[in-house]
């Protein structure tokens, strides 16, 4: 490493990094002593030095621009570049929320069209686009469902049921909308425990959600069974559709029983949404909850483009009409792949995670050994009986200059390792990742020491997880300026 990577303290009295021309105007007086920051003592450094100080900084950030990213139940996929280019447009990227209707039919139209594609691409008879991010559009479905059974009279349905697979924002949803909240048992198979969806399923439930494909990267094959039982009990079937890569084009969510879908645009439809956003969690439903939908929602009346509120709107669930951006990037998206491309895109998916998963399960253990769909779950089963887990593994593939893959989730399967390579990876990345995989299960077996203490080359060792989480160190001090060990 050099000194620029390891940040040493560079700042020296007197070095300058700025010269200013002398002043035009005459100057300000500062403000009162007591407002003035005395504590902050900035670092002296010349330009170059700064230049180098935060391109080495910038070098340590790991992104789906510098490697391969394989978060299952994330799909940090890459996406093209130009697509980040349409949201800058003018006529979108200088529009405001505020403009009358008629000066921004453009935007509207985007809009409008994207709810179109969406509703053609999960089989739903309408979307509104305006929810933020999955969990948002998490709490808008559960939302309209709720309305839904209260305006039949349904008062006594107040559980939700989910699976004990389900992403963590399934349930917190659900207790925001103050259901109470009954687990699905998982089968052998990865599949809903159709024993226990039959026991728990009656007149007090008022959803079942359903991630599809599920979190354990398998398609459920009782699906239709499963709709069939929840709809025969009065209940709605909504889906958490953040793993529409591996289905597009070729499953439509309505034609599986769902009346409502949420679909993660900046997932399957190309947006870089590392760091928490940004993101759109569109709503998709089937006729009986139109209704019921967010406002507002785009319409087109006479050729114009219009914003509705629907007849028994839930109302507005965010300041004006969501991540536009985002859409703009979907749409981009939707139209240069085509019917035949978004098909590719599943193809791709499906192909690579199956590739990992019959390379790598002859080294670790494979809970559920059948065709996954978008992602593969392995466990740490058998190094753990070396001593080594799921953390030492990941904490390893950073050495081999990998980022590692989800761990211990889903909770189902004790020591997770969740792989999604998504469809954008080559052959060449995944072997390289299979390749260190399999040297780090070796690894296990001859030398477990070197994983415990991983990574070894990074610019900070392993941390305390637990103390990070909770004395996070977001300050820079002149006095700590060293590499934590």
Known sequence: MSKHDLLPDISKPG????????????????PPENLLRKELELPEVSECELVRYFTALSKMNYGVDTGFYPLGSC????????????????????????????TVQGALRLMFEV????AEITGMDAVNVIPMAGAHGELASQLMMKAYHQERGDR????????????????????????????????????VDMKSLNTLM?????????????TLGLFDPHITEISELVHERGGLLWCDGANLNSLIGYVKFGDLGFDCVTVNLHKTFSTPHG??????????????????????????????????APAKSIGRIGGFYGNFGVLAKAYAYIRSLGAEGLKQVAQDAVLNANYIKEKLKAHYHLPYDRTCMHEVVFSHKRQAAKGVHAMDIAKRLLDYGLHP??????LIVDGALMIEPTETESKATLDEFIQAMIEIAKEAETNPDILHSAPHNTPVRRLDSARAARQPDLRWEISETKIEQ
């Open 15 to 30: 070095k300058i990094g700025y010269s200013l021309p002398e002043l035009d105007v005459p100057p300000s007086e500062l």
């Open 75 to 102: 799909t940090m996929k890459y996406n093209p570049k130009w697509h980040e280019d349409i949201p800058r447009l003018p006529g979108f990227a200088s529009v405001h929320p505020l403009q009358p209707e008629e």
């Open 115 to 118: 709810q179109e594609y969406l």
């Open 156 to 191: 006594d349905r107040r559980k939700v049921l989910l699976t004990d697979s389900s992403h963590g924002t399934n349930p917190a949803t659900s207790s925001m909308c103050g259901f109470e909240i009954g687990i699905i048992s998982t089968d052998s198979e990865g599949n």
């Open 202 to 214: 009656n007149d007090k439930v008022a959803a079942l959600t359903l991630t599809l494909p599920t």
């Open 275 to 308: 760091g928490g956003g940004p993101g759109a969690g569109p709503v998709c439903t089937k006729q009986k909850l139109v209704e019921f939908l967010p406002a507002p929602l785009v319409t087109k009346e006479c050729g114009r483009y219009k914003l509705v």
């Open 405 to 410: 893959s989800t761990v211990h989730f889903p």
